[in-house]
C-alpha cells in the first residue's frame, strides 16, 4: 500500500511568487491534515480537512495560504504571495475516518523563500 | 490552547545505554500521546502511542509511561543501537472528534547513539 506521498520533495522561490505543493493521502482515508516545521521549531497543526470539507483552518497564518482538497482525494496547499518566513518544511498527514489516532504521515516538502 | 514542552532538545548516549526523553502537556482534557521518530529527509513515522486510560505501553525496546496528575509522558529506549539515531517528537490530541483530531507537538529531541 502507496504511503503518504508529496510532491515536490523541495522547493525554492523569490520572495512575491506562488508555490502549489500537493499532498496524496493514502487511499480510503477521509482524514487530511497539513503541518509546518519552521526551522528549530515545533511541528504545527495548519488545518484538517475530512474528504473535501474543512474541519478545521485555526492554525493557516494568514489568507496568502489557501489550501483546497478536490472531490476528496488529493489536496493542494498554495501560497500566493511568499513571504521570507513561510520558509520550513511542510508535512501532510491523512488518517482513517473510524481509527483516527494513527496519523501517517509524508515526507514533507521543504520550502524555501529567497 | 494545548502547549506540549519537550526536553531534552540534543541527547547523546552510547551504544547499548538507555534514552529517556519527557514531555509536558498542558490541557487536562488531551487524552492521546503519540510519539515520532523522524530520520533525515522522511516525514514522522508513528512508534508508539498512549491513551489516557493506559499507565505504561511497551514495544520490544520502547515502552511509554503516561502521569495524567502530572501531565508528562515520558519515552523510553532500551539498548539503544545507533539505528535509533534520529529526531523524536511527542504530540498531545484531544482525540473527541472534530477538530480535536489535531496533534500538538513538541520541539524535538535528537538523539544521537554512538556506536
Known amino acids: 500500500e502507496a504511503g503518504v506521498t508529496q510532491f515536490p520533495s523541495h522547493s525554492v522561490i523569490e520572495k512575491g511568487q506562488t508555490v502549489t505543493l500537493r499532498c496524496d493521502p493514502i487511499?480510503?482515508?477521509?482524514?487530511l491534515y497539513w503541518y509546518r516545521r519552521v526551522m528549530g521549531k515545533e511541528i504545527k497543526f495548519l488545518l484538517h480537512f475530512v474528504k473535501e470539507s474543512k474541519q478545521d483552518e485555526s492554525g493557516m497564518p494568514n489568507n496568502r495560504f489557501l489550501a483546497e482538497r478536490t472531490g476528496g482525494t488529493y489536496s493542494t496547499l498554495k501560497v500566493q504571495p511568499a513571504e521570507l518566513e513561510d520558509s520550513g518544511v511542510y508535512f501532510c498527514?491523512?488518517?482513517?475516518?473510524?481509527?483516527?489516532?494513527?496519523?501517517?504521515f509524508g515526507q514533507g516538502t521543504r520550502l524555501t523563500v529567497v | 490552547g494545548e502547549n506540549v514542552e519537550q526536553h531534552p532538545s540534543t541527547l547523546s548516549v552510547q551504544e547499548g545505554d538507555s534514552a529517556v526523553i519527557k514531555c509536558t502537556y498542558s490541557d487536562s482534557a488531551s487524552n492521546y500521546f503519540p510519539w515520532y521518530k523522524q530520520e533525515l529527509g522522511k516525514g514522522p513515522q508513528l512508534i508508539i502511542d498512549i491513551r489516557s486510560n493506559v499507565g505504561e505501553k511497551k514495544d520490544q525496546r520502547i515502552a511509554v509511561t503516561l502521569n495524567k496528575t502530572a501531565k508528562h509522558f515520558s519515552l523510553h529506549i532500551t539498548e539503544t543501537q545507533p539505528e535509533d539515531s534520529a529526531v523524536y517528537f511527542c504530540a498531545a490530541s484531544m482525540g473527541s472528534g472534530g477538530s480535536n483530531y489535531k496533534l500538538t507537538f513538541g520541539k524535538g529531541t535528537l538523539l544521537t547513539v554512538n556506536p
Open positions: 498527514a491523512s488518517s482513517q475516518g473510524h481509527s483516527w489516532y494513527e496519523a501517517f
Open positions: 487511499s480510503g482515508h477521509d482524514n
